[in-house]
């Protein structure tokens, strides 16, 4: 704004009788309400107080040689089934659990995604083992677990994870 321009321009009144622009925390990229958004990501069980966390490795993926890899860590420490869970008042194990990503455009789209998912609790689960204990377990939403091996053991190459994966969030209102 120039000097010669009259300071009067400087008083915004355009939203809500001069109160100012609503508060960005209330906006997304599309001006859409992100509490609306957040209404339609559904809401899972997964237990309370784990971590997720991710780092860079300078490799590539079977599959995925012009990128790195985006390596990530859940873990969930060992504690008491709540009212969400099969047996509310019952111990469950905790876990430890990597999966990865490629570090292209769509790999860390996904990454974007499953933090979303993380927070609305959609990725892991209580369930009973093969011996009848109950510990965290990856819900439905797919995770290569191994940087190798190929589709049939929750590793790559596999062509079309990316693309089930996303399609698995954007089921659950992830998008």
Known sequence: MGASQSKEKMHCTRYLNGKGPPPLT???????SNLKKNSLIK????????????????R???GHSDCDTIQILFQFDDGIQSDKHPHPG???????????????????KILRLMEQAFEHKL????EANSSGEYCVK???????TLDS???GSSGYPDPTYLKT??????????K
């Open 123 to 126: 990725l892991f689960t209580v």
């Open 26 to 32: 209330e906006k997304d990229e599309q001006g859409s």
């Open 138 to 144: 990856p819900a439905d939403i797919p995770l290569k």
């Open 60 to 62: 590539s993926l079977p």
């Open 90 to 108: 019952h111990s469950y194990y905790g876990t430890e659990c990597v999966a990865y990503l490629p570090q292209n455009t769509t790999g860390t």
């Open 165 to 174: 994966v996303k399609n698995s969030l954007k089921v659950k209102g992830i």
């Open 149 to 151: 091996g190929g589709p």
């Open 43 to 58: 809401q899972g069980n997964q237990p309370d107080g784990g971590q997720m966390n991710w780092k860079i490795e300078r």
